[in-house]
């Protein structure tokens, strides 16, 4: 605890200080909730789109062998030339959002290309826009986390610090103000006892 000043100015400042930590205090209890509820969320819909990848890549493999051959590259057809992002505000904090992914143009000859390279090229695009989802939830999910750890200890630096030691503070300066006051009438009694005596003793009583 810092060092206190005995003083009715420490004392208004200090009851103003600890009405605005129970002021601030829900709403930081409000954040972390909505974070941790959010935090939640995501996690089960990374899940479900880590099952779907899984789906996805299942079907891949029942025709994977014929992604060796030579004379089919559809390489250049499944990597994202562009990916689109948002942002979402949650709780006070931005996180990215999966939008969708910008392929190249599927140009080739429909006539000398086999018939199975539309379906693995609309398949293995559909895996990476799920692979790339998947990243930015992943993303999204370490922001929030990081978020609730600073919000988290804030609401414990509120609750365990500052308003016991506020609440404190002011209990000591009002039994000392309370015990000048009694003083300070203890005094004025003995003194106004003293002057009346005088009084009386010149008066010769």
């Known amino acids: 605890m810092p060092k206190i000043k005995l003083t009715k100015g420490e004392l208004k400042r200090q009851r103003d200080a600890l009405k605005q930590y ?3 205090l829900p709403t930081l209890q409000l954040k ?9 969320h995501q996690s089960i819909i990374c899940d479900e ?36 992002t948002g942002v ?3 709780a006070g904090v931005d ?9 190249a143009f599927d140009e080739y000859d429909f006539f000398t ?3 199975w390279v539309d379906h693995a090229i609309d398949k293995l695009r559909e895996f990476v826009s799920q692979e790339l989802e998947t990243e930015i939830i992943k993303e999204s999910i ?9 919000t988290t200890q804030r609401v414990n630096l509120f609750e365990k610090v500052k308003i016991p030691e506020a609440e404190e503070i002011i209990r000591l300066i009002k039994i000392y103000i309370g015990d000048q006051m009694t003083n300070a009438v203890g005094r004025s009694k ?11 003793a010149g008066a010769g009583v």
């Open 190 to 200: 003995i003194a106004k006892r003293k002057i009346e005596e005088s009084i009386l």
């Open 49 to 84: 789109k880590e099952e779907e990848k899984s789906k996805k890549l299942n079907d891949i493999k029942v025709w994977a062998g014929l992604l060796s051959d030579d004379e089919v590259n559809i390489k250049q057809w499944v990597m994202p030339k562009e990916i689109i």
């Open 142 to 150: 370490k922001i929030l986390k990081n978020e609730l750890r600073i």
């Open 32 to 40: 972390k909730q909505q974070l941790q509820m959010e935090i939640l």
């Open 22 to 24: 129970k002021r601030y």
């Open 88 to 90: 979402k505000n949650i």
């Open 95 to 103: 996180v990215p959002i999966f939008e969708r992914a910008e392929f």
């Open 113 to 115: 290309t086999p018939l």
